[in-house]
């Protein structure tokens, strides 16, 4: 039977809602969460009851699990740990649009390296003029804090792994390698999170505020992705997902008054350009393992 108009569009309203959630749970997190417990402490609260909800939805209690594939979820959940922290330290000093563009060097620079074919110099092109458009390297006056950079490349580094390393486990279940993922994630940043915040980090204010910003960064996202990618091509996912920089960039412009420069809008869109192009051309190429969705 074929599917209706209204059909067809429920996977690009699925991405969209997933990019949408994630940014207004992050700009929440930054708005509300930063002033009491810090970077550290935001990132222990969202990863840590995400993981207590993705256990509870999914109970990977329930499927057996072998000691290689451990061992691949182990790392999975550290760079996702480790990813998120990075992340969250950068926002500490960038603003929200242009600390994602920047962080999507790391899937670029897995997706290009997969593939290594010519047309890929102009993705690479186009994503290192962007990069270069933000990076303070001392050429075009940027006003970004370095240590505020260094970090959201950090992120991007383990961005990167956390692909790698949840391809290794693609085979199985998504809410299966996610939950467990987030678990490991849990061990490596709520430490982090108590020796910073201490005491602070369990009132019962920060808990409500970080288990609503769990459910709308990672529970919603996660459900909505693999609601998309269910229904669409892996390249139309990637294209889709590009969106990422644009839509943070909108919600931190109306939720934290965080104003870009003509500058940085078209680096972020040199950015997008080249994640969408890799997804395009990577149609074309010897599919992949899909990646479970990020947290």
Known sequence: MTASPFQRFIPFLAVLGSVTALGFGTSWAK??????VGAQGTTAVRVGLSAVLML????????????TDAKA?????????AMN?????SLR??????????EFSGPLAVAIWS????????????????????????????ALDPMGVFYALAAAVFWALYIVFGKRAGHLHAGHTVSLGLMVAA???VPVGVVHAGAALFTPTVLLVGLAVAAISSAIPISLEMMALKRLPKEAFGIMISMEPAVAA???????????????????????????????TAGSSKPVAREPAAA
Do not use: K
């Open 85 to 89: 922290l990075m992340f969250y330290m």
């Open 187 to 189: 061990m490596v940043v």
């Open 73 to 81: 979820i182990a790392c999975y959940g550290v760079a996702l740990g």
């Open 250 to 280: 909108v919600l931190a412009m109306g939720l934290l008054g965080e104003h870009l420069s003509f500058n940085q809008w078209l680096a972020i869109g040199l950015i997008v350009s080249a994640s969408m192009g890799t997804a395009v």
């Open 31 to 36: 708005q509300v969460l930063f002033p009491a």
């Open 56 to 67: 509870l939805l999914w109970r990977p209690w329930r499927w057996r699990l072998s000691r």
């Open 115 to 142: 593939s290594r074919r010519a047309v890929d110099f102009v993705w690479v092109a186009l994503a290192m003029a962007g990069l270069g458009m933000l990076l303070p390297l001392g050429l075009n006056g940027s």
């Open 93 to 102: 000093t960038l603003p929200f649009g242009l600390a994602v563009a920047i």
